[in-house]
């Protein structure tokens, strides 16, 4: 029995040294993981305070919008930065020498560059539009005209869904050239309105005024509403008509819901008020030719 405890003491719990170099590289190994961990964690809740603090002192909606689109970005520019030391680290330890990776990176890095000429200019021209805050996800845009509903944007795709026809439009960010953006801050609901030559223009602006004072009496429209109605009186004089113009200052994406209502109330005011809305006619004559 003495001697199998000698044996025991001497061969299990004797640290030879290549035992000692497992524990030591194990140990490396965990508190090189847990050091990551623990930066990838910290970056977050770093990030987080100091962008909850920056959204605090802004009261746009918009802003605020574009400033947690560049939170999203900087969260994974750092976590990407944590990540590629952490991998260098692991390979040291491994003992890989990373100076002939790094320097190999660099010249496919170089080689890469010269033929992924597109994709870069792509990311530089999304990069540019997401800090300026040209298109954020949920606007209606009109892109290299294509109109739509923005669902998505990266660094180098944007997103776009048809309203009229459901299909999904896939841009990319270095064709983009001009961007029309209808629901930045705030929109306008524009109604070109014709009357018949006989009417009296007065009359029809207070039936206008007076429709806009029935649609603020409806609380779901009225909040949609930013400012006063804009009459712009006689405008145009048509062939058949004459055109009175207004529009509605709303929130974003709030004119759609504004011009049907009040496209609605307008109708029935000119009827009330015998208003004459023009249509276009066609007379359609024949002649008979008779036979002697």
């Known amino acids: 029995m003495e001697a199998l405890l000698n044996y025991i003491n001497s061969n299990i719990f004797e640290l030879k040294p290549e035992y000692i170099k497992i524990i030591v590289f194990l140990w490396s190994i965990t508190k090189c993981t847990v050091l990551f961990l623990f930066c990838l964690s910290a970056t977050g809740f770093v990030c987080d305070k100091i962008f909850k603090k920056i959204i605090l002192h802004i009261d746009s909606a918009e802003r605020q919008r574009q400033v947690m689109t560049l939170k999203t970005l900087m969260r994974h520019a750092l976590h990407g930065i944590i990540f590629a030391i952490y991998i260098m680290n692991m390979l040291f330890l491994f003992g890989i020498d990373v100076r002939p990776l790094i320097a190999t990176a660099g010249v496919m890095g170089?080689?890469?560059?010269?033929?992924?000429?597109?994709?870069?200019?792509?990311?530089?021209?999304?990069?540019?539009?997401?800090?300026?805050g040209q298109i954020r996800v949920g606007d209606f845009v009109e892109i290299q005209g294509m109109k739509g509903f923005v669902e998505k944007v990266t660094l180098n795709l944007v997103t776009v869904r048809s309203v009229e026809t459901g299909a999904v439009n896939f841009i990319r960010c270095g064709y983009i050239d001009t961007v029309t953006n209808y629901t930045i801050n705030y929109s306008y609901a524009f109604f070109p309105l014709d009357v018949a030559y006989k009417e009296n223009i007065d009359h029809v602006i207070k039936t206008i005024r007076k429709s806009y004072d029935i649609l603020l009496q409806n609380e779901e429209y009225k909040k949609l509403v930013l400012a006063d109605i804009e009459i712009y009186g006689l405008d145009e004089f048509k062939e058949s008509s004459l055109c009175v113009k207004c529009r509605i200052k709303t929130q974003p994406k709030g004119q759609w819901t504004i011009k049907r209502a009040f496209n609605k109330i307008i109708k029935e005011q000119f009827e009330l008020e015998n208003i004459e809305i023009p249509f276009n006619q066609i007379v359609v004559t024949s002649n008979q030719i008779s036979a002697e």
Do not use: H, M
């Not at 170089?110 to 300026?132: C, N, Q, S």
């Open 110 to 132: 170089v080689a890469i560059g010269f033929g992924a000429k597109r994709f870069v200019e792509d990311v530089i021209t999304g990069l540019i539009i997401l800090i300026e």
